[in-house]
């Protein structure tokens, strides 16, 4: 089976899906189109191609000879020009890299100042836009000439290299191959990691200099002044002298903060709510899922035994369908509960009269991944159908016990119906589907709406919340929060509250210093 790994813009994945389809006509094997996961969220617009008549399929069994359909292949992928050189012959080292990792090498090519901002590469590059098969023929045209070439390839095994390496050595090519050498076994090739390898490689074979050796800097510095006796005192400069010392490093002095639940983040009074019911109740077993929602697994919250993929985090929980003085708990996200949770979770769960919980976070948007809409988002989608409701698809499938929580900022009442769900003596499948919307969306969306307003002259007000610092440290029962609305375009009405608070505030403080002043002595 052959593999295309296009570069991660729309107008090359386009050109993939199409000559993909040519390529396995001409050579008769299925392609497969490999995407990485930052290209999956590209979207836009792009014209038609021609539709093209495919002719009746005959299946016998029979056996393709892989002399037959190899070099069709390989034909093919020479003919179109499937794969890309750039800058090729303007020096003697070079990369090779497959399509989907073409962003982030010239990203670091940029660092190194051995690439533009507009992508244009002064190191010359072989771009795999076709995985597999490789073509000697491209691989020895580029390879010949130079030094070396470094092989920048994902994963563990590392088939690109040893295949590259094993074309080069049979057709007598002088080249000394990297790969692995310079760059991790496995893990994903961001920006840094290339970066590091690609400066390695570059510093081996002199294209650019080595980094001077960095002093060690000893950050924060703490000044203590010492008092010493007369006798001891030498000059003015003496009595005043401080002795530095250090603190330390950084990792010992500054507090790690991991990554967690944004301000405001609908979804985290539902794990609050969950952490309040097991103090009750005692601890669940929770199988979390993908998502916003995994933060739950981090401090404070600790919660979540298991992590499954996208939607299966119900699927997870059925091995523990049994009987139990406490019911297992399983964590869907609304993405992941239309992507696989609806039919291996929760259609699941009725046909084996399943006992747990299942808590389905419904955001309104497939938020960790970008914001995008799903089917049951709110908006209003002309290319999409939305507006389809959780809680008809989960009773559509037979759950009978079922609660809807529109707004999880209510506490109390996620408090009471997780322990209703957790202690409840009916048998079956249990949903609770808790809706807030995003608020990182929710605040793009209404910004848009409000600076629509106040242009068009409206009345628009605007709540800002902050902490008094008089207040704050103070340690008693003073509430030290506070609550001031900002209004836009106000009304003859706001103009006059305003105005009569403003004067009735400086009459107290008037008052209040006159106080002071008799009390003062």
Known sequence: MWMLDPRPNLPCIVQAVKDGFDLSEASN????????????????????????????C??????????QRWPNAVK???????????????????????????NTVIRALEHLDMADVFGESKVPMYVMNVAYPLIESEIVRFCEGKRAVLV???????????????????????VTLHGKDLLPLAGEYNTATMLKGLRAFMEKYERIEPLPARKPRVIPMKVETVERPKAEQASLVEV????????????????ARPPGFCTGCPERPIFTALKLVERELGEHHVSADIGCHLFSILPPFNLGNTTMGYGLGGAGSAALNVDSDKRAISVMGDGGFWHNGLTSGIANAVFNRSDNLTIVIDNSYTAATGGQDILSSKAKNETRSTGHLIEKAARGVGVEWLRMIRRTYDLKTMTATLRE?????????????AQ????????????????????????????????DPDTFPRGDSVPSFYRAQVVSNPTG?????EKTRRGFIGWLQRRDAARRERLAF
Request: aromatic letters at 6%; a neutral charge.
């Open 436 to 467: 807030s919307e995003c608020m990182l969306n929710r605040q793009r969306r209404e910004k848009g709406q409000v600076r629509k307003a106040v242009a068009a002259g409206e009345r628009v007000v605007r709540e800002r919340f902050g902490v």
């Open 493 to 497: 009405w706001d103009k006059f509250r």
């Open 240 to 255: 005043e002298a401080a002795e530095v010392k250090p603190l330390g490093s950084l990792d010992e002095n500054v507090h």
């Open 421 to 433: 769900a957790l202690t409840t003596k009916e048998k079956g499948p249990k949903v609770l589907v």
């Open 29 to 56: 094997t299925p392609v497969m189109l490999q995407l990485r996961i930052r290209a999956c969220h590209v979207h836009a617009a792009h014209t038609r191609h021609q539709s093209h008549c495919v002719a009746a």
């Open 152 to 174: 920048l390839e994902e994963g563990q095994p590392n088939f690109v290299e040893q295949n590259i390496s094993d074309i080069v050595r049979r057709h007598n090519v002088d």
């Open 58 to 67: 005959q299946l016998p069994a029979r056996k393709e000879k892989i002399e």
């Open 76 to 102: 093919f992928i020479e003919e179109r020009q499937l794969n890309e050189f750039f800058a090729d012959g303007t020096d003697d080292v070079g990369l090779i890299v497959q399509g989907g990792g073409y």
